[in-house]
């Protein structure tokens, strides 16, 4: 299991809240917006993530190490509608 602590449910306003030590803020790469998940009678805590987030930095890994070709050197059509009906 990763690092614990101890903390106290405090009340904001109508609602309640927890102080998250900088700590388990950084380790769990916590920014402004979270995701709270129920799950088995307990709290999960999640970084809002982006969909394609860091593709970009993968992709240029990919091109860095050659491996961002295509697997098949040609593109063989089971019809003809490529070439009668696209324009090129």
Known sequence: MGT???TRIVK????RGIRIPKLLLD???LGD??????????LVVRPVRLPRQGWDAKY?????LGDDK????EI?????WDNDEWGW
Do not use: F, H, Y
Request: with cysteine; glycine share 6%.
């Open 4 to 6: 614990c602590t101890k």
């Open 76 to 80: 063989v059509s089971l019809s003809s």
């Open 33 to 42: 917006d979270v995701e709270i998940e129920l799950r088995e009678g307990q």
């Open 27 to 29: 380790q769990a790469e």
């Open 12 to 15: 904001i306003g109508n609602s």
């Open 60 to 64: 240029a890994e990919m091109a860095r």
């Open 70 to 73: 295509l697997l098949d050197p």
